[in-house]
């Protein structure tokens, strides 16, 4: 059977996935992050990689057993990549992404989920094993953001750790500030502080952005600013994100703009409320003399407005070198 149409498309999607490197946030998501500068230098080169996207990669046999393999209490899936990446790179070893390599990995066409067998949530207690063998302090950030793997009882992990202290491997301190120095840029185990806070409030109509505790997808608009009006009601309490996007206090939604129009809503367009007092909420072409597009933020911190990060000075770092493992 010729299989060259439907592999086609899958193909296309690889190439057009070069140059981005493994990594992970802090819900221990798989991400994908943008080479070094270094790196683009030389697309078609090997560059190293914090995290690989587990189930699939080359290793040398006995490498692979000298570290122990995978470690045997992961059920089924969730965590294997974790557990791997990190074991090589902190026990003195080296991953890289080859551009130029091909595989492809094809999935059922039907999803057959795999039985429980009455294990309950394997996914977490494999987080937590992840966690408690190799992430040392670092492990608190991620049960931040996953608060329910505090409770996870992680089972026998006195073989993982004897590896760790049989190979001499290194801390998840080392790891994170010489292998995923760059991160903390995208996906940061402390958010910083917001650049603005408090009420948005737009100059034109004097009423403030107010997002009602509305759910994703819901519509919002503004209203009359509770700082005006004492007995006023509503989701007025916004801030300003280092990632420049727009949220309530205390929540991780995101104002965004429909995107049931044909053309990106959000190219070169700004935040414009409607004159006609009707408390809508549109995208349109800026306007620097529209007061119906300006707005004031109840409280701001210039400092960190006006903070660029160094990406140049970020790309001049190199992950480390074979000789750092010898």
């Keep these: 059977m010729n299989n060259a149409k439907q592999l086609t498309p899958l193909l296309r999607q690889l190439v057009a996935s070069l140059g981005l490197l493994g990594s992970f946030d802090w819900k221990f998501n798989y991400k994908r992050l943008p080479l070094l500068k270094k790196d683009r230098e030389n697309p078609t080169e090997p560059f190293p990689s914090p995290v690989m996207a587990g189930g ?6 006995k ?3 000298e570290l122990g393999g995978y470690d045997e ?12 990446s990190f074991k090589v790179w902190q026990c003195h070893g080296r991953m890289v992404d080859a551009p130029c390599s091909r595989v492809a990995h094809i999935y059922r066409c039907k999803y057959a989920p795999f039985k429980n067998a009455g294990i309950g949530d394997f996914v977490s207690r494999n987080y ?15 049960f931040k953001h996953r608060p329910s793997l505090e409770a ?11 590896i760790r202290a049989r190979l001499k491997c290194k801390s998840f301190d080392w790891f994170m500030k010489e292998v995923a120095f760059d991160q903390d840029l995208y996906y940061p185990a402390v ?4 650049s603005a806070r408090g009420e948005l409030r737009n100059k034109g109509t004097r009423k403030c952005v107010d997002t009602q505790y509305k759910e994703e997808n819901q519509r919002f608009g503004l209203s009359k600013c509770i700082s ?3 007995k006023g009601t509503g989701e007025q309490n916004l801030r300003l994100t280092r990632w420049h996007d727009i949220r309530p206090e205390g929540r991780s939604v995101c104002f965004d703009a429909s995107s049931s129009e044909d053309k990106a809503p959000v190219s070169n367009q700004c935040l414009t409320a409607e004159p006609d007092g009707s408390g809508f909420l549109y995208m349109r072409r800026c306007d620097s003399e529209s007061l119906y597009q300006k707005w004031i933020w109840q409280a701001s911190h210039l400092n960190i407005i006006e903070m660029v990060l160094d990406k140049d000075l970020l790309n001049e770092r190199q992950r480390n070198e074979p000789h750092e493992f010898e």
């Design 73 to 84: 209490g992961l059920d089924i899936w969730g965590g294997e990549q974790y557990e791997l």
């Design 191 to 194: 958010e910083p502080k917001p």
């Design 56 to 61: 699939y990669f080359a290793i040398s046999t």
């Design 63 to 65: 490498w692979f057993w």
């Design 228 to 230: 005006d009006d004492p």
């Design 128 to 142: 937590k094993r992840v966690a408690e063998v190799w992430m040392d302090e670092y492990k608190q950030y991620l």
């Design 152 to 162: 996870v009882d992680a089972g026998d992990i006195s073989k993982q750790k004897a």
